[in-house]
């Protein structure tokens, strides 16, 4: 719109002094021919960023809604969730969070050990027992109490065994839970034998030795894995081990050693062993590394060969750890605080509305939805010290959202509305167009997918996890549809993991093993889902069990019954958008959504209460989906529009929200607005048809 004389003067000086954030409202009036009385016909705010003037004239843009222009300029803004105001600097109330008991997941932990290349000389003088632990060390971190041996200091030595063990060659840590500590262990040896002198009869192994009352370290028992007693000329040159899986349980106060052990037979001799420690060699009764020089053995049948040595130790945990109780926010107050934050406006949902909340009389389906920071799980809250604030933005809000559960947002009358994305759909017939003119239907090309690919951006954690058994990580799936390479994608900013949960969750120092509070999270930084459940008669929300939503223990995980967010998973993303994905398969209604790849555990299966079994890496038939909304099918047209029709209401929802009808050579139609443009009265509709 172009200003001229004075209105152009008035303009320019409200510009010269409030600059681009100047609000100017325009009204538009015409006259009703009906009634002879002025109404408005049309509000818009003066958009300065569009300005351009000279000496005669000033034109700009207008928006429709100041509250749009304001969501759109401040969408992707970090902001504090806790902090005490809004970006303009009113006060605001703490945010409101609430404790949830966290049971906690089991895991199935898998550390890794090896040793590169060592050498270990035994000389024994005595009849005693005298051991050696191994230099193993560990590969990743679980967080589980499994030591490095190999970097321990003093270095490991061999030393005579009077029943005591000795805490630098333990290679799993004392367990100072007031439970038992459940393990599978693997031990895998490969190395040469070079004995230096022998004796008549000797006693040679290796072992798991367990010792218990903590620091103590009394000798409890062993768990034996080689043992040669004998004749000392038929000692072996070489060792070949592979244990399978070993069981062992650590009580309270209970640690574990692999070691060598070695005893004459008569007190008076001398026996030695040397195994390979590549380019080091033996000299007389001593040892010096010698570049040059490779150790060798000789086998069997009495040949010099090069020495070798390979060892690989895997333990795996059922890795439990006891309760938490860490704050979350629920998903309403999550929101809210959002918009009190950056738009300042008002806020509705009857998705994540509860009736506990004021204005609502029934819990949406979302209500039960809360978020958790990675500081919350550890125990850590402002004003500590060591705390990061949460930091998040309405886009990665509403993205996340819409990726577990189809939403739609509404701002309109100075408040934002976040609902399931079918509220602004609705089936009733709210604007009659009757007959349209120069009708065109076209499908809505860039509706039709290829591939569906949901999930998380982040999801895992623990390095040694077996199989990687978590399942909400990032999947994709195919669709019968051959004509496009589109992707539909579903990817949350927040996690759902119960894997990196977990491991965020053992970082509070009264839940995890030898924790340094002072050491910075990997996931400090994250947001969660939580689908949660009140507890009766409680203050506390609790994570929700399986049955809360599933007929039957979710299959092909680890630990079914300490598994949770599974109505997250990817398979279950798919069902929850199924009007929305079968749109534009409605003429395929016997084809499947098929599996095509997973970051994690593709394994799982879920069967809904009142539903069907579904396995994720198989997919869902099309015709299991929802009820579509309308086609992928757009409709353009010239039919006469007024305000009254656009800005009107029907049973408390704008009529741009139902349904439109109209007909063409008497065939009616039925669809929702896309978008309606106005010249003179009449209107270039875009809908999105149904029938």
Same mark, same amino acid.
């Given at each position: 719109?172009?200003?001229?004389?004075?209105?152009?003067?008035?303009?320019? !000086?409200?510009?010269?002094?409030?600059?681009?954030?100047?609000?100017?409202?325009?009204?538009?009036?015409?006259?009703?021919?009906?009634?002879?009385?002025?109404?408005?016909?049309?509000?818009?705010?003066?958009?300065?960023?569009?300005?351009?003037?000279?000496?005669?004239?000033?034109?700009?843009?207008?928006?429709?809604?100041?509250?749009?222009? #304001?969501?759109?300029?401040?969408?992707?803004?970090?902001?504090?969730?806790?902090?005490?105001?809004?970006?303009?600097?009113?006060?605001?109330?703490?945010?409101?969070?609430?404790?949830?008991?966290?049971?906690?997941?089991?895991?199935?932990?898998?550390?890794?050990?090896?040793?590169?290349?060592?050498?270990?000389?035994?000389?024994?003088?005595?009849?005693?027992?005298?051991?050696?632990?191994?230099?193993?060390?560990?590969?990743?971190?679980?967080?589980?109490?499994?030591?490095?041996?190999?970097?321990?200091?003093?270095?490991?030595?061999? =030393?005579?065994?009077?029943?005591?063990?000795?805490?630098?060659?333990?290679?799993?840590?004392?367990?100072?839970?007031?439970?038992?500590?459940?393990?599978?262990?693997?031990?895998?040896?490969?190395?040469?034998?070079?004995?230096?002198?022998?004796?008549?009869?000797?006693?040679?192994?290796?072992?798991?030795?367990?010792?218990?009352?903590?620091?103590?370290?009394?000798?409890?028992?062993?768990?034996?894995?080689?043992?040669?007693?004998?004749?000392?000329?038929?000692?072996?040159?070489?060792?070949?081990?592979?244990?399978?899986?070993?069981?062992?349980?650590?009580?309270?106060?209970?640690?574990?050693?692999?070691?060598?052990?070695?005893?004459?037979?008569?007190?008076?001799?001398? #026996?030695?062993?040397?195994?390979?420690?590549?380019?080091?060699?033996?000299?007389?009764?001593?040892?010096?590394?010698?570049?040059?020089?490779?150790?060798?053995?000789?086998?069997?049948?009495?040949? /010099?060969?090069?020495?070798?040595?390979?060892?690989?130790?895997?333990?795996?945990?059922?890795?439990?750890?006891?309760?938490?109780?860490?704050?979350?926010?629920?998903?309403?107050?999550?929101?809210?605080?959002?918009?009190?934050?950056?738009?300042?406006?008002?806020?509705?949902?009857?998705?994540?509305? =509860?009736?506990?909340?004021?204005?609502?009389?029934?819990?949406?389906?979302?209500?039960?939805?809360?978020?958790?920071?990675?500081?919350?799980?550890?125990?850590?809250?402002? $004003?500590?010290?060591?705390? !990061?604030?949460?930091?998040?933005?309405?886009?990665?809000? #509403?993205?996340?959202?819409?990726?577990?559960?189809?939403?739609?947002?509404?701002?309109?009358?100075?408040?934002?509305?976040?609902?399931?994305?079918?509220?602004?759909?609705?089936?009733?017939?709210?604007?009659?167009?009757?007959?349209?003119?120069?009708?065109?239907?076209?499908?809505?090309?860039?509706?039709?997918?290829?591939?569906?690919?949901?999930?998380?951006?982040?999801?895992?954690?623990?390095?040694?996890?077996?199989?990687?058994?978590?399942?909400?990580?990032?999947?994709?799936?195919?669709?019968?549809?051959?004509?496009?390479?589109?992707?539909?994608?579903?990817?949350?900013?927040?996690?759902?993991?119960?894997?990196?949960?977990?491991?965020?969750?053992?970082?509070?120092?009264?839940?995890?093993?030898?924790?340094?509070?002072?050491?910075?999270?990997?996931?400090?930084?994250?947001? /969660?889902?939580?689908?949660?459940?009140?507890?009766?008669?409680?203050?506390?929300?609790?994570?929700?069990?399986?049955?809360?939503?599933?007929?039957?223990?979710?299959?092909?995980?680890?630990?079914?019954?300490?598994?949770?967010?599974?109505?997250?998973?990817?398979?279950?993303?798919?069902?929850?958008?199924?009007?929305?994905?079968?749109?534009?398969?409605?003429?395929?209604?016997?084809?499947?959504?098929?599996?095509?790849?997973?970051?994690?555990?593709?394994?799982?299966?879920?069967?809904?209460?009142?539903?069907?079994?579904?396995?994720?890496?198989?997919?869902?038939?099309?015709?299991?989906?929802?009820?579509?909304?309308?086609?992928?099918?757009?409709?353009?047209?010239?039919? $006469?529009?007024?305000?009254?029709?656009?800005?009107?209401?029907?049973?408390?929802?704008?009529?741009?929200?139902?349904?439109?009808?109209?007909?063409?050579? =008497?065939?009616?139609?039925?669809?929702?607005?896309?978008?309606?443009?106005?010249?003179?009265?009449?209107?270039?509709?875009?809908?999105?048809?149904?029938?």
């Amino acid at each position: 719109m172009t200003f001229l004389g004075d209105s152009k003067d008035v303009l320019k !000086k409200i510009y010269d002094d409030y600059g681009v954030n100047a609000d100017v409202k325009l009204e538009k009036l015409v006259k009703n021919p009906k009634t002879d009385f002025w109404e408005i016909d049309y509000i818009g705010w003066i958009d300065f960023l569009t300005m351009k003037y000279s000496n005669d004239e000033i034109q700009v843009k207008f928006n429709a809604n100041p509250l749009t222009t #304001l969501f759109k300029s401040k969408l992707s803004a970090k902001v504090e969730l806790e902090r005490k105001d809004t970006l303009t600097g009113d006060p605001l109330a703490p945010l409101n969070i609430r404790k949830v008991y966290v049971e906690g997941r089991n895991i199935l932990l898998t550390s890794s050990l090896s040793a590169e290349s060592s050498r270990s000389i035994f000389t024994n003088n005595s009849t005693v027992l005298w051991v050696k632990a191994f230099d193993i060390k560990e590969e990743g971190d679980t967080n589980s109490g499994i030591l490095d041996v190999n970097s321990q200091i003093p270095a490991i030595q061999p =030393r005579k065994f009077l029943n005591k063990g000795v805490v630098v060659e333990n290679f799993i840590n004392e367990n100072d839970n007031a439970f038992d500590m459940h393990y599978k262990v693997i031990v895998k040896l490969k190395q040469s034998l070079f004995w230096y002198y022998r004796d008549v009869n000797t006693l040679f192994g290796v072992r798991i030795a367990i010792y218990s009352g903590g620091t103590a370290f009394n000798y409890s028992r062993n768990i034996p894995i080689y043992e040669y007693a004998g004749d000392s000329n038929l000692m072996p040159t070489m060792l070949d081990i592979n244990t399978g899986e070993l069981n062992l349980t650590l009580a309270n106060g209970e640690s574990a050693s692999l070691q060598y052990y070695m005893k004459d037979s008569v007190q008076s001799s001398e #026996l030695e062993i040397l195994y390979a420690y590549p380019l080091s060699c033996w000299g007389g009764f001593g040892s010096y590394v010698d570049p040059d020089c490779v150790l060798q053995y000789v086998d069997d049948s009495g040949e /010099w060969k090069p020495a070798f040595y390979e060892c690989s130790v895997t333990v795996y945990e059922d890795s439990d750890r006891v309760f938490s109780t860490p704050y979350c926010a629920r998903g309403y107050e999550f929101a809210k605080r959002l918009s009190d934050i950056v738009l300042e406006c008002n806020f509705k949902s009857d998705l994540l509305g =509860r009736t506990d909340l004021i204005g609502y009389d029934s819990n949406g389906e979302l209500a039960d939805i809360a978020l958790i920071h990675g500081m919350w799980l550890r125990d850590m809250y402002s $004003p500590q010290d060591k705390y !990061k604030p949460i930091n998040t933005s309405l886009k990665d809000f #509403l993205t996340s959202l819409n990726v577990i559960f189809p939403i739609g947002v509404e701002l309109w009358k100075n408040t934002m509305r976040i609902e399931k994305r079918s509220y602004f759909y609705s089936k009733e017939v709210t604007i009659k167009l009757g007959e349209v003119t120069d009708l065109s239907i076209y499908p809505d090309n860039k509706k039709y997918y290829s591939t569906i690919t949901v999930g998380y951006e982040k999801a895992g954690g623990f390095d040694e996890e077996q199989g990687l058994d978590e399942y909400n990580r990032e999947t994709q799936y195919n669709t019968i549809l051959n004509k496009t390479d589109k992707d539909l994608k579903l990817i949350s900013k927040y996690r759902a993991d119960s894997y990196g949960l977990e491991k965020q969750r053992r970082l509070n120092p009264n839940v995890g093993i030898n924790v340094d509070e002072n050491k910075d999270g990997k996931f400090d930084d994250e947001i /969660w889902f939580l689908d949660t459940t009140e507890i009766q008669d409680q203050p506390n929300l609790e994570v929700s069990h399986w049955s809360k939503r599933f007929a039957q223990a979710p299959k092909g995980v680890y630990s079914p019954e300490t598994a949770f967010n599974l109505w997250f998973s990817p398979i279950n993303i798919i069902l929850n958008h199924g009007s929305w994905i079968k749109s534009p398969l409605v003429k395929y209604p016997n084809s499947e959504i098929k599996f095509n790849s997973s970051e994690g555990n593709s394994n799982l299966i879920t069967k809904l209460i009142g539903g069907k079994e579904y396995t994720q890496n198989k997919g869902v038939p099309v015709e299991d989906l929802s009820e579509e909304v309308y086609l992928e099918e757009i409709a353009e047209f010239k039919a $006469p529009v007024t305000r009254e029709q656009l800005n009107g209401e029907t049973n408390g929802k704008r009529n741009i929200l139902g349904l439109i009808e109209f007909i063409d050579q =008497r065939v009616t139609y039925k669809g929702f607005i896309i978008s309606v443009s106005q010249n003179n009265g009449i209107g270039e509709w875009k809908v999105k048809i149904i029938s």
